[in-house]
């Protein structure tokens, strides 16, 4: 019963940040392809679209102070609080405004650059070393089912709902 019990604690463990890494790479890969309806939505030129995103691309500097607080407060703990600042970040988008999106998208980059390290970081301190391998590969296999299924959906669902609604989703996701 024991050796059940590991092994449900080592799947649950790849596949929860299997999860993580779709739904993060999902919403980081589902802007550049609705450049257009993003452009339409919030009434600025398409090429103003990258421009909006800055914040994003700067939220990755924070981590290092992520990563220290994993270090001092814990890296299940902060995985959490990833998880809150990424969720938090989909739901603020989600309203709708310009400055939402800047400032959603600039709390989702905190989120998705921590969650996308301290998943192998979590995994290397709770995973045997015959795992690791295995688990970090599958990792970015979900990864890249994120980014190829983000263009494809994201285009279709831009059909049937408003680009704000999609990031509600992702915040309930």
Known sequence: MAKENKI?????????FMLINLIITFEMSIVMPLARAISSYYAVSPQSVSLLNIGYAISGFVSPFF???ADKKGVK???????IIFTLGSFIVATGSKQAYIIGRLILGV???????FGFTYSKLTLDEKMQGISSGLYKVAFALGAFLSPLMGAKMIEVMNFSTIYLYLGIA
């Open 77 to 83: 703990k902060m995985v959490v609080a990833s998880i």
């Open 8 to 16: 449900s604690h080592i799947a649950l463990i790849i596949v929860t």
């Open 67 to 69: 990563g220290y607080l």
């Open 111 to 117: 989120g998705y650059y921590n969650l996308g390290s």
